[in-house]
């Protein structure tokens, strides 16, 4: 049957130009209902997403075959972002099919740059937590490693950006309006997932004494799949996503009765879980829908491993060889609550047993050394909702602490417990995820270092060997290879194409670097993705920019740490260098910024409106005449990321020395060949060892002389500010009013705060940032040393591979092997 089956659908399947052409007819007359002469750009890429996964679903069960077949130990990735970006392009260049497409699509007289653009972004996820986690996942396939992500489907996600007169406006981000021809719904994969209640104590057949959680309220997390293609088509991994489904989607009666909103209540609250992305926790409800959502994905991920699981094993005892749970940063910690009252309430082990395999199961992943960010929640909030659980972390805690009494000083105690009881009792989730893992790994060789002198130091003395470094990685399939076209080609045309799955080879690039003609070919590649870039700008913002001109980018999340602020200021002050010398030869130079801030973060979005409002004066000045460019774009994202990294000259990774855990868009804007201006902090630092100190422009006080400026009492901004004409005639017109005539006192707020206090050593550091940015514009005058740093800033970055990123996770804390598709019984 089997043979017959797969004989009849040979023909749709088949990658020939002829057939993909007439796969793609086939669903939009018999799936989309349309025929080729009214069909929409939206109508043809729904098309074209189904005629491709067809070509993909086969292997995707040849995995899972194959997997089971080897009885595998399997990866877990549990993660609350995926910032997967548009699927058809890059599932189109894994299986390399693209040309062949582009082909099949020509002669349905389309481009197929336009069915590609027509597909929206999935909002899944907000930055670089959920792009490496989507990374990851690529790497994972590509490795053959058998690997699921776990997730939420947002409804709606994060939020769509758009500015009003210069402010950040949160829109709905309806992804899904028109479906997902990418997923695969299973409805008959669901699971209760209860809240609320109250404990029960009664006694087993056995004699022992049991808890048993009960009168909760119930909501259902129902799966989606997505498969993940790794390059080469040969290994299909899942992306499993869950959304809240009520118990009862409508109440009958109260319908009858008349009240029709009442009706539907119950459906509409319990579906908010799925929702949005990070819902505002700025008040009591929005805290503690984050947190339900949270147990939410978590809870339903662990019930489907576990049932995978008990289909080939009759107890838990192999459990940690057969799956590694791997906790991308605290959001998933209550996971490991979760884990303990399955296996003790539901199976009857006793708490050692649970315990230990509940630890050798999990891993943790830190991405943050800020105390918001690692998330701690309310006692009282966490034993109304979860009281089983609560139950669980006090026992844990007790435990741990009386396992280290007489060995540790009563600070240290009080340090070391998850029960943090300065002021409002909270349960601090990083510890937890701390003391439930077996290996906890940082995200940079300096962040890594900073867990263990500062946030985890003390659990650190306590297990000096449970902290590991895992430097972040990129996929160099997406950020390179689909995003970089012209670049690719010329790299594959001078050392083949093995580089897209061992990055190291783009070594070979170094001898390149001072090759005339190389670095001429390098140049054009770059010039053609600024004119694509420009062309982007012009149709979205109706900005022209000079694509000669120096494109110094900075794109990432909107917050004062990463010091956008610090960015701002250097261009106030490279305005009034140019209005004060208008006959001096100036480097053209166009800041390009994106990022979005959280819809309660104040300073963040009059960050944003800072940047609208000096732009608006910088652009439209006619002293200035082109030589200085500032543009904000809105609603960034994979898709325009992938526009703005391949044709940035100079990266802007500028954060406060010390808080940035790793950073991944350094990573990318280097791989595609600019030069990083920044701090010592974060990935940075290796960025810096691989491509030389030569070919980076460092500044600033590093991550050690931060400490020990805020362990000495601070600085006086107000003293630097002073002396700093520069910086004061900035801080002047920023605070006077010249950016925002409408309300001078518009960013008092943001000046007020650089003087009385300045946290995030923006004052500190301004004068050496603005040296260093001279320079780097000084260096763009002479085209051919500008390539030849641009070469071996490109040709240094194969370290940086999150191929190599998760084979250093699957040797050294999951013991997970490579698995090649065949055989064996689909789950």
């Not at 909002?123 to 396939?141: I, K, P, T, V």
């Not at 783009?506 to 003609?517: I, M, Q, S, T, W």
């Not at 804007?669 to 010592?680: K, P, Q, S, V, Y």
Request: overall charge negative; proline content about 4%.
């Amino acid at each position: 049957m089997d043979a017959l089956y797969r004989s009849r659908e040979i023909g749709r399947k088949a990658e020939d130009v002829d057939a993909l052409k007439r796969s793609f007819l086939e669903w939009l007359v018999y799936s989309v209902g349309k025929d080729a002469k009214t069909a929409t750009r939206r109508d043809w890429f729904t098309s074209g997403a189904l005629s491709v996964r067809d070509r993909v679903v086969d292997r995707w069960m040849d995995t899972t075959r194959g997997v089971y077949a080897a009885d595998a130990k399997r990866i877990y990735y549990f993660s609350m972002e995926f910032l997967i970006g548009r699927l058809l392009s890059n599932n189109l260049d894994n299986l390399g099919l693209t040309e062949v497409c582009r082909e099949a699509v020509d002669r349905l007289g389309l481009r197929l740059e336009e069915v590609l653009d027509a597909e929206p972004d999935p909002a899944l996820g907000n930055g670089g937590l959920g792009r490496l986690a989507a990374c990851f996942l690529d790497s994972m396939a590509t490795q053959h490693l058998p690997a699921y992500g776990y997730g939420i489907r947002y409804e709606y996600g994060l939020f769509e950006q758009r500015f009003d007169h210069g402010w950040q406006v949160e829109f709905p981000d309806n992804w899904l309006r028109f479906g997902n021809p990418w997923e695969f719904a299973r409805p008959e994969v669901l699971y209760p997932i209860h809240f609320h209640g109250h404990v029960e104590t009664y006694v087993d057949g056995a004699g022992v004494e049991r808890r048993r959680w009960a009168g909760t309220e119930t909501v259902h997390a129902m799966a989606f799949d997505t498969p993940v293609v790794g390059y080469g088509g040969e290994t299909i991994n899942t992306l499993r996503l869950w959304s809240a489904r009520a118990m009862s989607d409508f109440d009958f009666t109260r319908f009858n009765d008349g009240d029709y909103l009442k009706a539907v209540e119950g459906k509409v609250l319990s579906e908010n879980l799925s929702r949005v992305l990070y819902p505002n926790d700025a008040t009591e409800v929005g805290r503690e829908l984050r947190f339900k959502q949270e147990y939410f994905f978590t809870s339903a991920s662990i019930q489907d491993i576990l049932r995978r699981y008990m289909q080939h094993h009759k107890d838990f005892d192999a459990l940690p060889e057969k799956a590694a749970i791997q906790l991308n940063d605290t959001h998933p910690a209550i996971g490991i609550a979760e884990l303990m009252r399955i296996l003790i309430d539901v199976h009857g082990l006793d708490w050692d047993k649970a315990w230990d395999i509940t630890r050798r199961t999990f891993s943790y992943t830190n991405h943050t050394l800020l105390p918001e960010a690692l998330e701690s929640w309310p006692v009282g909030m966490m034993e109304r909702v979860l009281p089983r659980h609560m139950q669980i972390i006090y026992d844990i805690n007790a435990r741990f602490l009386q396992s280290i009494w007489g060995r540790s000083d009563v600070d240290t105690i009080r340090r070391l417990s998850l029960i943090d009881e300065n002021g409002e009792r909270r349960v601090r989730m990083g510890g937890l995820a701390f003391l439930g893992s077996h290996k906890v790994n940082g995200v940079s060789a300096l962040h890594t270092d900073l867990m263990k002198q500062t946030v985890f130091a003390d659990y650190h003395r306590v297990f000096p060997d449970r902290i590991t470094n895992k430097t972040n990685g990129i996929t160099p399939r997406r950020w390179l290879h689909q995003a970089n076209p012209a670049l690719s080609r010329l790299i594959s045309s001078r050392i083949g194409d093995g580089w897209i799955t061992d990055l190291e080879q783009l070594a070979f690039l170094k001898e390149r670097a001072g090759d005339e003609v190389f670095r001429e070919e390098f140049r054009r590649a770059k010039r053609q993705n600024k004119k694509r870039l420009a062309a982007y700008i012009a149709r979205h913002l109706h900005i022209d920019v000079d694509v000669d001109s120096m494109f110094d980018v900075q794109v990432k999340r909107i917050h004062e740490y990463k010091r956008q602020l610090l960015n701002l200021l250097q261009t106030v002050a490279l305005y009034n260098d140019i209005r004060d010398n208008p006959k001096r030869d100036f480097v053209p130079v166009t800041k390009i910024l994106a990022g979005k801030a959280a819809p309660a973060y104040h300073q963040a979005k009059l960050i944003i409106k800072l940047a609208n409002d000096i732009a608006r004066v910088v652009n439209n000045d006619p002293l200035v005449r082109g030589r200085l460019k500032l543009v904000m774009l809105p609603n960034y994202n994979v898709s325009q990321a992938e526009i703005i990294m391949p044709a940035a000259d100079l990266s802007e990774q500028i954060s406060t020395a010390g808080m940035e855990a790793s950073g991944t868009g350094n990573m990318k804007l280097a791989l595609n060949g600019a030069l990083t201006i920044g701090t010592l902090d974060g990935a940075n630092v290796e960025i810096r060892d691989h491509v030389g100190a030569d070919n980076i422009f460092i500044f600033g006080l590093n991550a050690q002389e931060v400490q020990e400026l805020r362990q000495n009492g601070g600085f006086d901004p107000r003293a630097v500010v002073g002396a700093n004409p520069h910086l004061k005639r900035a801080l002047d017109m920023i605070g006077g009013g010249a950016f925002s005539p409408d309300d001078p006192g518009r960013f008092r707020p943001i000046v007020d705060a650089l003087l009385h206090g300045d946290h995030f050593l923006v004052t500190a550091d301004f004068e050496d940032y603005r040296n260093t940015h001279a320079a780097a514009v000084s260096l763009y005058r002479d085209p051919a040393e500008w390539m030849a740093k641009a070469v071996l800033n490109t040709a240094a970055m194969g370290w940086f591979s999150s191929d190599r990123t998760i084979l250093d996770y699957a040797r050294e804390i999951w013991n997970v092997a490579p698995v090649l598709p065949g055989g064996g019984d689909a789950d």
